[in-house]
Structure formats: structure tokens, C-alpha cells
Antibody, heavy 126, light 107 residues
Framework: QVQLVQSGAEVKRPGASVKISCKASGYTFTSHYIHWVRQAPGQGLEWMGTIHPSGGATSYTQNFQGRVTMTRDTSTNTVYMELGSLRSEDTAVYYC???????????????????WGQGTLVTVSS | DIQMTQSPSSLSASVGDRVTITCRATQSISNYLNWYQQKPGKAPRLLIY???SLQSGVPSRFSGGGSGTDFTLTISSLQPEDFATYYC?????????FGQGTKVEIK
């Protein structure tokens, strides 16, 4: 069965960096984009960006440009998300999610997240 | 960026009620609209993709509709396990964006 298992909770000081892992299993790792979505306490969902595990191509939202780096290790089926220059507003649960694509009436549609990691709480506090 | 606005932000309903949540985009997103359910402390769960396709394993009381800028999520007969927060999500253009969420509470 498909699983995305994330690394554990982190506590960081302002200005530091955090690197979260997301280990995939149960499917062909290089066939699906992995996205990162975060959720601040009591708030909604915010898309951060994506990586394609096959070639490593990435796309980040402007809000995180220059601070976020997504990488992958195809030998361990693991995707990483590193966020730097942390501030208190970065305190959130960070999720990885697998994007799927399916044919509907002969046309392939993608862009939806069918499997999610369990989430990693990152707390930024001095 | 495309903004997604859900209404209502919260609602109170009883078991067995029919519930409809709407989601409006600031520009046309064709059918690139998905719905997720999230319970406290849990990751979101995909319910509906591409506006109206039911995800495998999701009960048929959930349905989605709409295209362009206006979309709906309907729960035909609310069950106790449906009390949760629901999010719409557009994947038409980056940055992908979510609605602010609709919290469905017990009346």
C-alpha cells in the first residue's frame, strides 16, 4: 500500500534551517510529483511547492522563493524539504503529498493529492 | 494568484441533513478543483477530484459539481463521521491555492 512517512517534530531557533524528510513506499517513486503543504496552528492549508522525483525538477511558490529547497534521493525513495531563515510565522505542520493523474473521458487530469504524509510539526521559538 | 473563497466558513447541521459548501475562484479554473476533508490532528483526505470525480473509498453521499469559477461539495445525508473541516483546492495554475476551509459542526 502507498505510504508517505515523514520525519519527526522539530524545534528550531529563529534564523535557523529545518530539513524534513518524506519517505515513499508502495508505488513507483519516480512516477509521481511530491508536493509540500503547510498548515499553521488553527489555520488553513498553504501550498509550498513541488518536486518531481525522476529528474529532480522543482517549482516553488513565490512566498518561499530563496528560503525553500526540495530535493530527492532515488536510492531511498525519499524527498526532502529544507526551509531556511526560519521565523516564528513558520511554526506549522508540514505535509508531503503525492500528486496523482487519472484519465477522465479519455483526458488525463492531474493536480490532486491522493496520499499524504502524517505531518511534521515545526516549532520556531527563541 | 488565484484566490479561492469558500462559503460558509462554518455551519452547524444535524445528522441526516443535506449540506452544500460552495467554492468560488477569482478566475476560471476549468475543472481543476479538488475537495479534501480534514479532521483535527490528521492529514487532509481527498474526497473529490477534477470537480466531480469521487475518490475511491469515499462514500457516495459526497458529490462535487461545477466548472469555471463556481463549485459545490454536497453531502447528501450528513453522518457523524462527516463532522470535519473541508477545503477546496485549485490546481489550474501555480501557485496552487486552497480555500480557507469550511468547518462542519454538530447542531
Amino acid at each position: 500500500q502507498v505510504q508517505l512517512v515523514q520525519s519527526g517534530a522539530e524545534v528550531k531557533r529563529p534564523g535557523a534551517s529545518v530539513k524534513i524528510s518524506c519517505k515513499a513506499s508502495g508505488y513507483t517513486f519516480t512516477s509521481h510529483y511530491i508536493h509540500w503543504v503547510r498548515q499553521a496552528p488553527g489555520q488553513g492549508l498553504e501550498w509550498m511547492g513541488t518536486i518531481h522525483p525522476s529528474g529532480g525538477a522543482t517549482s516553488y511558490t513565490q512566498n518561499f522563493q530563496g528560503r525553500v529547497t526540495m530535493t530527492r534521493d532515488t536510492s531511498t525513495n525519499t524527498v526532502y524539504m529544507e526551509l531556511g531563515s526560519l521565523r516564528s510565522e513558520d511554526t506549522a505542520v508540514y505535509y508531503c503529498a503525492r500528486e496523482d493523474a487519472r484519465p477522465i473521458f479519455g483526458v488525463v487530469f492531474g493536480g490532486f493529492f491522493d496520499y499524504w504524509g502524517q505531518g511534521t510539526l515545526v516549532t520556531v521559538s527563541s | 494568484d488565484i484566490q479561492m473563497t469558500q462559503s460558509p466558513s462554518s455551519l452547524s447541521a444535524s445528522v441526516g441533513d443535506r449540506v452544500t459548501i460552495t467554492c468560488r475562484a477569482t478566475q476560471s479554473i476549468s475543472n481543476y478543483l479538488n475537495w479534501y476533508q480534514q479532521k483535527p490532528g490528521k492529514a487532509p483526505r481527498l474526497l473529490i477530484y477534477v470537480a466531480s470525480s469521487l475518490q475511491s473509498g469515499v462514500p457516495s453521499r459526497f458529490s462535487g459539481g461545477g466548472s469555471g469559477t463556481d463549485f459545490t461539495l454536497t453531502i447528501s445525508s450528513l453522518q457523524p463521521e462527516d463532522f470535519a473541516t473541508y477545503y477546496c483546492h485549485q490546481s489550474y495554475s501555480t501557485p496552487w491555492t486552497f480555500g480557507q476551509g469550511t468547518k462542519v459542526e454538530i447542531k
